[in-house]
Each structure stands twice: as C-alpha cells, then as structure tokens.
C-alpha cells in the first residue's frame, strides 16, 4: 500500500505513458484496449477529442471517441477520402495544424465540429487495421513529446492486436467492440424502413435501376432534418451500405434534394461544373450520379431514390431521369397506399370494437334492466289488486330493492361513460384514513353476504391522499368479484400495506382458477365469466376497480392458480 502511495503522489507524464502503454499491451479483449486508449489519450497528449477508427477494407470506420463535442462515431467514411485513412494508406502519423488549410482534409465535414488542428497514428504501421485521432480546438502544432505519445498508443494497441489474434478477427467480422449507426435507428425509422421493405416493388426498382444506368449502388433513402438512413439497397459496387445504414446527413447530396425538391444528376462530377468541387463525389469517390426526391400523396418529403457509382455513367438523359422521377413517384405511391390502408385497418378495428360493445351492451343491459322491471311491475299489480295488506310493507321493500339494483346499473354505466368518453372516471383526492374505509366496504358487504367469511389483516398506520369513495367503490367490486367468483367454503382474504412506496390492497379468494387466455380480457366492459353466466350485473366492475386504479395512478394485477386467485391494486403514496 505504501509503495502505491509513493508512487502515485510522485506520478510523472513518463510514468503514466508507461503504465498506460502496459495496460494496453496486456489487454485480453478489444473493449480493454478501447477503453485504455479512451480513457488516458487525452489527458497524455493534453487534446481535446480522441478517435478510435477501424480500417474495414477501403472503408474507415470510426467507432470510438471521448472529446468536448461530438465528431464522427459510428460512422463510414472511404480511406481515399479521409485523414485517418491517409494515415493507415500511407503507414505514417500524419499532422495538419490547421484543417482548413490541407487538402486531404474534408472541411465540409469539419465545420460542424470544434476541430481545427488534428493527428492521426495508425495501428500496426507495416499493415495497418486501424488508428488513433488526436483533436484540438485550436489551429496547433503538436509538440514532438505529444506525437510521440501518440504513437505509442497505437503502437500499444498493435501489440495488444498480435497478442489477440484480433487481426484475422477483425477480418472476418464486422464487429468492433462498439457498433456502427444500424443498431442506433430509433423505433420511428425502423418503421420506415419496415415500410419500404413491404413494398414489392422496391427490389425491382433497384435492379432495374442499376440495369438501366450501368452504375453499381442504388438505394432507397429516408431522408430526414438530421438522418440519412438506408432503407433498402443493391449493392454490386460493394459500398458497404446496409438496410439501416447511416451517412453523415451533411456528406450527402440528399440533404440538399430535401431542401429544394429537385433531382440531382451528373455524368462525371469530374468535368461536372457545378459539382466538380463538392464535397459529396470528393468524400465518397463518386463520379456518376443521380438523387431523385420521394414525394408522398400529402407533399410530405420521404427521402431520396439514388444510384452512385465510381466510374462516370449515362443518366443525365431525358429517359434516365423520367425513368427514375417514375419509379420515386411510384414509390412514393405505394407508402402512402401503405399508410392509408394502415389507418384504415385501424380505424375498421375501432368500429368493430364498438360494434361489439354496443351488442353487448344492448344484450347485457336488456337482460340485467328486465328482472326489476318485472319485479317492480309485479309488486305493482300486486298492490292494485290486493290493496293495502299485511304483506304490502314487504312488496314495497322488494320493490325498493329492485329500484335499487337499477340505480346501480345506472351509475355503472354513467361509469362507463366516463371512462370510456370523458378521458377516464374523475378522482378528487383528500387526505383520509385508508383502514377506515376498508373496515368500512367489508362491514356493508358482510351484511349483505352473511354467509361469507371475510379475513381482514389492515396495517396502514397513516393517513394518505385518495378518493374515499372512488376507492371504497373499487375495493367494493374487487370484493364482490371475489364472493360472486369465489369458493363458497373458503374464506376472502383481504390485506393491505405499504410496501416499496406503494399502498397495497390485496382481494384473494380460493376456487377454480382463472384461465390464462381470460386475465387479460378481465378488466374490459361487458366480460362476465361463464361460471357466472344469468347473473346479474353488466359485467363492469372490474374494468371501473381499473379505471379508478389508473384514476389514482396505480394498476390492478391479476394472479391466479389452483391455490387462489388474487387482484392486487398498487399505486404510489
């Protein structure tokens, strides 16, 4: 211990190169060499952005970075056509001073970034497999120490390669540790490109695309403010571009295409005089090319149909560009024949739903509003035909009953309206005294079911902000779910606590359990199980015990096996 002590308060920039380097050199596993690197190079070299890149074949791959803004990770950029593969093309470090002054480097790509002085070491000079980026803020020579540093970084993580075997590895996967931009397309594009991927037609588009022109890469492109995403591609040119592959939005042509609408199309950007200088075709090493816009029915811009290729092609012609405007119009035709039919099947789901509720409701309400009705009317006639009797206070309280019962009915379904209409059922909340009006709810329906035992175990010693009689009304119907669905012979089981933050009220019962494919109908209008069929109510007492749950922002679960089956309301406190 004392020995680490001495040593780290007497810590020199010797010191900490060397034990870096060491900890590169030893690493067993690519992620330890790319944290090492991430983790020291700058506060070594002093800079302000480091950059782990890959050499994939022609291709540069930037898959790491740890700097005061971001720069390139995840993305794909051709050796020919960047610093970092200047470096590893060349087998030398190389340092620009000042990035807008060489012309190796891509400017156009820099000026969104801090950079304005970098240095880039390649890793494993004699056959180089990648290279460390080093970046600075400010227009700056490195010092002969910092390049040096530098180097032996990367001349670290080379050993550590050879010590790995990660050079033949990293031949025969695409993997790096940390992967490229595919695995980073957020839901919203994946359903784009999930959208183009259902067209039939695309596949054919491209063939024929490629087949018409010569070229060797078309792709159908979502095209956003910020993303440049592939959605479906054929590549014979081996770009390297994947369905939900990504390129720098700013490297692109698209990017301008969605500004102003129109098609971009050049035989050879070389001799091109309007394109011969732009950054695209120099960055990507184009020379023949064609970007036409996808316009949906509503004016709404998807993104780009294109082909590129390296070598000059014959597409500026009349044929090769109404041929083209086609295939994007139809393209764009069958996303949104797409979206209407989407939205159609949606909305035909939404109609059958209410079909459904409203049989439903018709049926249930018919049937459960008949039985008073006829009790109501017959103790009616009872009374005209009889008159006053001894047994008329007893017909009167029947009657009451029956009114009741409707009663019931009629704030269910008000209930239901709200729920279902009005955006959920009200919750005024106050402070009271949960225990109070469980004892409470359990007190009425034991009256009113005599022959039930009811277990009780309250342990709320508090006071808690809630609707009392939302919630009275919703451990009512869990209760009575409980007593209707229930075991005779056995007892209901009612236990609340606070567990976790969370208020907890648990109804459990014991008799058959619930079937698996029936839990998550339980909680919707008009569901009464077949043990219960020619019972009364309307079948909404567990989905209003739901709502009012959500009213409280809490939810009701549902378990149940040959033990018991038990509902168990939770909400925050």
Known sequence: M?????????STPLSSLTDAVARISRARSLDDVISTVRSTARSLIGCEGIAIIRL??????????????????????PASACISGWAMLNRQTVVVADVSKDERIPYELYASTFVKAVAMAPIKVDDPVGAIG?????????????????????????????????????????????????TEVSGIYEADIARVTDIAAVPRILDVALRMTGMGFAAVARVTEDRWIACQVLDHAGFGLKPGGELPLK???????????????????????????????????????????????????????????????????????????????LIGHHLHAGDSLDRTRAALDVERNLSELREQFIAVLGHDLRNPIAAIDAGT??????????????????????????????????????????????????????????????????????????????????????????????VSNLVSNAITHGAEDEPIFIDSRIHAGQLEVRVSNGGRPIPSSDIDKLFMPFRRGGATTGMEGLGLGLFIASEIAKGHGGIISVSSDDTETAFTFRMPI
């Not at 500004?259 to 971009?264: F, G, L, S, T």
């Not at 996808?294 to 590129?308: P, R, Y």
């Not at 007190?443 to 035992?453: C, F, Y």
């Open 2 to 10: 004392t020995a680490e002590i001495e040593r780290s308060q007497y």
């Open 56 to 77: 994939e074949g022609e291709l540069c791959h930037y898959v790491e970075e740890d700097a005061i803004g971001p720069l390139w990770k995840g993305h794909t950029f």
């Open 134 to 182: 080093a970046y600075w803020s400010q227009t700056y020579e490195p010092s002969k120490w910092e390049i040096e540093v530098l180097e032996a970084l990367a001349s670290a993580a080379a050993t550590a390669a050879d010590t790995m075997q990660l050079i033949a590895e990293l031949k025969r996967t695409s993997d790096f540790a940390l992967n490229a931009r595919p």
């Open 251 to 329: 490297s692109t042509l698209c990017d301008e295409i969605r500004n102003h609408r129109q098609p971009v199309v050049f035989n050879d950007a070389s001799s091109d005089p309007k394109y011969c200088d732009h950054h695209t075709p120099r960055i990507y090493g184009l020379r023949g090319y064609i970007s036409v816009p996808i316009i949906l029915a509503d004016g709404q811009f998807f993104g780009t149909l294109c082909a590129i290729d390296p070598n000059p092609a014959k597409v500026n012609n009349p044929e090769v560009l109404g041929a083209f405007t086609l295939f994007a119009e």
């Open 381 to 474: 006639n009872k009374l005209l035909k009889d008159g006053w009797t001894d047994r008329s206070p007893h017909i009167l309280g029947l009657m009451k009953a029956s009114l009741g019962r409707m009663s019931g009915l009629v704030d269910n379904i008000l209930d239901l309206a709200r729920a279902r209409l009005g955006g959920g059922i009200t919750v005024t909340k106050s402070t009271g005294d949960v225990a109070a009006i469980l004892n409470q709810v359990v007190e009425e329906i034991n009256i009113a079911n005599p022959d039930r035992e009811m277990v009780t175990s309250l342990n709320i010693l508090h006071e808690l902000s809630f609707d009392p009689d939302r919630f009275a009304q919703m």
